[in-house]
Structures are given as C-alpha cells and as structure tokens.
C-alpha cells in the first residue's frame, strides 16, 4: 500500500509537470523505511520493564509491568520493522534502474 501511495504520489506530478520525478522515490521510500524503524524500535522499548519502571519512578504513576501487554506491543513492533525490511528491499531494487 506504501509503494504504490508512493508511486501515485510521485507519478501524478511527473505527468502533470512533464518532469521525471521518479528518482525521488527511491529517497522517500528510505525515509518512510527509517521512519518505520524507528516507530518499531519505540514501541518495543516503550513497553520494556526497565523503561516502565523509569517511567512509573518519575511520575509516581504506578502502571506496573505486564508480560502479555509486552508481548503483544512486539508483536505490533514486529509488523513494523518487517514492514520497514521489506519496504529496503523494495527500494535496494527499484534503485538499480534508475541509476
């Protein structure tokens, strides 16, 4: 759905301007893979036990720690950073032609 967004996305000006802008898609799918990277990597050390207990000490806030919450904010962080790879990968192979 992102690759093809993107695609439109940069297509559309490309007619309308008589322009190639492809070349910029290869750039803004890296962007957008960095981005999901580090969305994953926030998820999954938000619900880690060592950033909750951080967090529960500056802000006398006692939520507490759950495995099953924990486990299932991977499993949500996961699906981003497989996401991300495969939006690489995307990018890695669409790069070679226009080049």
């Known amino acids: 759905m992102i ?3 993107d695609a439109v996305g940069l297509g559309m000006p490309s007619i309308i301007l008589h322009r ?3 070349h910029y898609y290869t750039a803004v799918t890296l962007i957008e ?3 999901l990277f580090l969305l994953g990597g926030l998820m999954d050390i938000s619900s880690s036990i060592s950033f909750r207990l951080t967090t529960d000490r500056v802000t006398k806030v006692k939520k507490g720690w759950d495995v099953k919450e924990h486990k ?3 499993l949500t962080a996961a699906s981003y950073i497989i996401a991300g790879l495969l939006l690489l990968a995307i ?3 669409l790069a070679y032609p226009l080049n």
């Open 33 to 35: 893979t960095g981005l």
């Open 91 to 93: 990018s890695l192979i």
């Open 72 to 74: 299932q904010t991977q």
């Open 3 to 5: 690759v093809f967004a």
């Open 20 to 22: 190639n802008l492809f």
